[in-house]
């Protein structure tokens, strides 16, 4: 929770990061939408096949206190671990059930993992054609993260999703009528998280890793880089691991959606796809530590850059942030 407070800690990148890039703060306010919520389900307001008659791929129990634990004995290491990563190979042919409507046809699977307080899908492959839409959908409450469209079709072929709170989910894909082609979907990691990113559990609250360094962003001491704190973004990686960053500007001013982070979260080709930005992940009040809303997010990104001994990563996000987040770039000069 690096991003909901000023780090004045050795080391990471976070805020301390957005601290020394003090030369230009620009608003975006004129570029392209990449909103992640939008429109709700069509199971929410259509008449179909009840819920409790669907299928359910049902994954290993989470144990939060056994996996605290376990994270406690392996010592301090950055990034985060948030989840535990469950492998999976599920495909729209292979589990869950189709449903024919007048209108197109509606594709849902339920997955859960008992005790786990959120859960996040990891698409290995992932293509929607025009007019398509996924969706994913809390069981135990009104909250969704979607819909995922035809725009999030990128070269890399992923799509990695926001945590979405709860032991259990519906996974679920329309696709109209007059859509030409076939979705292409591969399900291929489920992530079980047990550090409560959503803290809605009260009677087993995850141990603070946070010390005297760490400094609420509402606090006092924050009033002198108000701008800069909203360039700053809490991340997750495969599924699994947690770390933060800072949007920043480049030379040439054209707004590419750069993210500084550090080399020491392990961020490579490989793993740049899988990340999932979440702005404005903040405290509301000075001393609490959290909790940070989860509401504003965007996925997918490409590995740029990283050097092991100044500690540097540098990645492109897929998508500009959605203007109505408020984010700015942070900027930089060369002392």
Same mark, same amino acid.
């Given at each position: 929770?690096?991003?909901?407070?000023?780090?004045?800690?050795?080391?990471?990148?976070?805020?301390?990061?957005?601290?020394?890039?003090?030369?230009?703060?620009?608003?975006?306010?004129?570029?392209?939408?990449? &909103?992640?919520?939008?429109?709700?389900? *069509?199971?929410?307001? $259509?008449?179909?096949? #009840?819920? =409790?008659?669907?299928?359910?791929? /049902?994954?290993?129990?989470?144990?939060?206190?056994?996996?605290?634990?376990?994270?406690?004995?392996?010592?301090?290491?950055?990034?985060?671990?948030?989840?535990?990563?469950?492998?999976?190979?599920?495909?729209?042919?292979?589990?869950?059930?189709?449903?024919?409507?007048?209108?197109?046809?509606?594709?849902?699977?339920?997955?859960?993992? &008992?005790?786990?307080?959120?859960?996040? *899908?990891?698409?290995? $492959?992932?293509?929607? #054609?025009? =007019?398509?839409?996924?969706?994913? /959908?809390?069981?135990?409450?009104?909250?969704?993260?979607?819909?995922?469209?035809?725009?999030?079709?990128?070269?890399?072929?992923?799509?990695?999703?926001?945590?979405?709170?709860?032991?259990?989910?519906?996974?679920?894909?329309?696709?109209?009528?007059?859509?030409?082609?076939?979705?292409?979907?591969?399900?291929?990691?489920?992530?079980?998280?047990?550090?409560?990113?959503?803290?809605?559990?009260?009677?087993?609250?995850?141990?603070?890793?946070?010390?005297?360094?760490?400094?609420?962003?509402?606090?006092?001491?924050?009033?002198?880089?108000?701008?800069?704190?909203?360039?700053?973004?809490?991340?997750?990686?495969?599924?699994?691991?947690?770390?933060?960053?800072?949007?920043?500007?480049?030379?040439?001013?054209?707004?590419?959606?750069?993210?500084?982070?550090?080399?020491?979260?392990?961020?490579?080709?490989?793993?740049?796809?899988?990340?999932?930005?979440?702005?404005?992940?903040?405290?509301?009040?000075?001393?609490?530590?959290?909790?940070?809303?989860?509401?504003?997010?965007?996925?997918?990104?490409?590995?740029?850059?990283?050097?092991?001994?100044?500690?540097?990563?540098?990645?492109?996000?897929?998508?500009?942030?959605?203007?109505?987040?408020?984010?700015?770039?942070?900027?930089?000069?060369?002392?």
């Amino acid at each position: 929770m690096i991003t909901s407070r000023l780090n004045q800690c050795r080391g990471g990148i976070g805020l301390s990061a957005a601290l020394r890039l003090t030369a230009i703060v620009l608003l975006l306010s004129t570029l392209p939408l990449a &909103a992640r919520v939008g429109p709700p389900p *069509l199971s929410s307001w $259509r008449q179909v096949q #009840p819920l =409790g008659t669907l299928p359910q791929l /049902v994954l290993p129990s989470t144990d939060s206190a056994k996996e605290l634990a376990a994270d406690a004995q392996a010592g301090l290491v950055a990034p985060l671990r948030f989840a535990v990563a469950h492998k999976v190979n599920i495909t729209s042919a292979t589990q869950g059930t189709w449903e024919q409507l007048p209108e197109g046809r509606l594709w849902r699977l339920r997955i859960r993992s &008992a005790g786990a307080t959120d859960l996040n *899908l990891g698409f290995t $492959r992932f293509w929607l #054609p025009e =007019g398509a839409t996924l969706h994913v /959908v809390a069981e135990s409450e009104p909250y969704f993260q979607g819909p995922y469209t035809a725009r999030d079709n990128k070269p890399h072929g992923q799509l990695w999703t926001a945590v979405v709170p709860g032991e259990s989910v519906v996974v679920e894909l329309f696709v109209p009528a007059e859509a030409r082609s076939v979705p292409q979907l591969v399900l291929g990691q489920v992530g079980a998280g047990y550090r409560d990113m959503f803290l809605k559990r009260n009677t087993s609250p995850t141990p603070s890793i946070e010390g005297t360094c760490n400094i609420d962003v509402v606090c006092p001491q924050g009033v002198a880089w108000t701008n800069e704190i909203r360039s700053v973004g809490l991340y997750t990686m495969n599924g699994a691991w947690r770390c933060s960053g800072t949007l920043i500007a480049n030379a040439a001013g054209d707004f590419r959606g750069y993210f500084l982070t550090a080399n020491h979260c392990g961020l490579d080709a490989g793993s740049a796809p899988t990340v999932v930005v979440y702005w404005n992940y903040q405290s509301t009040n000075c001393g609490t530590h959290g909790p940070g809303s989860l509401a504003q997010n965007q996925s997918g990104a490409t590995f740029r850059a990283a050097k092991y001994d100044v500690d540097f990563a540098l990645i492109e996000l897929d998508d500009i942030p959605d203007a109505s987040f408020g984010v700015y770039y942070s900027g930089w000069d060369r002392s």
